[in-house]
């Protein structure tokens, strides 16, 4: 390669950093629609609990909950519910927290919808159906930020390329 060539490809690279500092990409903030969950799934609130782990118990009666699960702070707080109860139209659950005085709180949703929050510490027993609501347990508006997907408002998505 020449000596021109060289010099003048280094320019055209300094250019166009200057170009790309002085004229950034434009971001189109836009909500878009989430996609459905299938079934049942749990979004633990991590910053209303203390306890260092919950323990879940699932079933569709309280005699049976064959289907554990667990979190801890950490841990992603999005809980699918396994397999044979994920689509049931009932769940009963059995939460309980470490240390037994320690304070939890998550909802427990079917689909997009709200059915239950919960809020304790020690155990909590709940027998849940997919008619019921909870207005306090909203499922996340998802935003795409050019081309990646956010579950955060526009104002707080860092803008990085």
Known sequence: ????????ALALSVVSMGHAQTNPPTVVRAPVVAQPRG???IR?????TNATRID???GTTPKNLDVKDSWQPGGPVD???????????????????????????FCVF?????????RFSGTED????????ESQCTA??????????????????????
């Open 56 to 58: 879940w118990h699932f």
């Open 44 to 48: 633990v609130d991590a910053t209303a």
């Open 110 to 118: 079917f689909q997009q919808q709200g059915v239950e929050l919960f």
């Open 1 to 8: 390669m020449s000596r021109f060539a060289i010099v003048f």
């Open 140 to 161: 996340p508006t998802v935003y795409r930020v050019g081309p990646r997907l956010y579950d955060v408002p526009p104002e707080r998505v860092p803008l990085v390329e």
């Open 39 to 41: 079934g049942w799934w």
């Open 126 to 133: 709940r027998p849940l159906d997919t008619d019921k609501r």
């Open 79 to 105: 809980i699918h519910i396994a397999p044979p109860l994920r689509s049931g139209k009932v769940l009963h659950v059995r939460a309980t927290t470490t240390p037994a005085n320690a304070s939890a709180s």
